[in-house]
C-alpha cells in the first residue's frame, strides 16, 4: 500500500537548523518580554492606539510587498516585512502579556484567562514565523 501516491516524498522549505535558530530566539524574546512585562512601569495597555496603527501598517506593509513580490521577487522587501513583522508582534506580545497580568489601566478578566491565553500564543507562533522568514532565507 503506497502512503504517497506517484512516489512523493514531502520535504520543509526549512532546514532544521533554521528551525531551531528560531525557536530559540523566539523562546529568548518571549521569555525577556515576559520578565520586563512583570517588572515594569511602562503601561502598555494605555497604547491601544498605537497598537492599532501598528497592526495596519504591518497590513499594508504586507500588501504591497505581496503585490510586488508577485512581479518579482525582492530579497530585501521580504526581509523588511518579516522584521517589521516580528518588531510589531513582540510588542503586541507585550501589550497582551500586561492584559493578562493586570494591574494597569486595561485589563481582561479573570475569567477570560483562555482568551488570554489564545492572543499570547499567537503573539508567539507570529514571532516564530516571521524569525523563521529571516534567519531560514539564508540557509
Not at 518571549?30 to 520586563?36: G, H
Not at 523588511?80 to 510589531?88: E, K, M, P, S
Request: glycine share 6%; with cysteine; aromatic share 16%.
Amino acid at each position: 500500500m503506497l502512503l504517497y501516491p506517484f512516489n512523493y516524498c514531502p520535504r520543509s522549505f526549512y532546514s532544521s537548523r533554521a528551525v531551531l535558530i528560531s525557536l530559540g530566539i523566539t523562546a529568548l524574546v518571549t521569555i525577556a518580554v515576559t520578565i520586563f512585562c512583570f517588572q515594569t512601569k511602562v503601561d502598555f495597555t494605555s497604547c491601544a492606539g498605537l497598537f492599532s496603527v501598528l497592526g495596519i501598517v504591518l497590513f499594508i506593509t504586507g500588501i504591497v510587498t505581496a503585490i510586488v513580490l508577485a512581479f518579482k521577487y525582492i530579497y530585501w522587501l521580504h526581509m523588511l516585512y518579516a522584521a517589521i513583522g516580528a518588531i510589531v508582534f513582540t510588542l503586541f506580545l507585550a501589550y497582551d502579556t500586561q492584559l493578562v497580568i493586570g494591574n494597569r489601566k486595561h485589563t481582561i478578566h479573570p475569567e477570560e484567562y483562555v482568551y488570554g491565553a489564545m492572543k499570547i500564543y499567537t503573539d508567539i507562533v507570529y514571532i516564530f514565523l516571521n524569525l523563521l522568514q529571516i534567519v531560514g532565507s539564508r540557509t
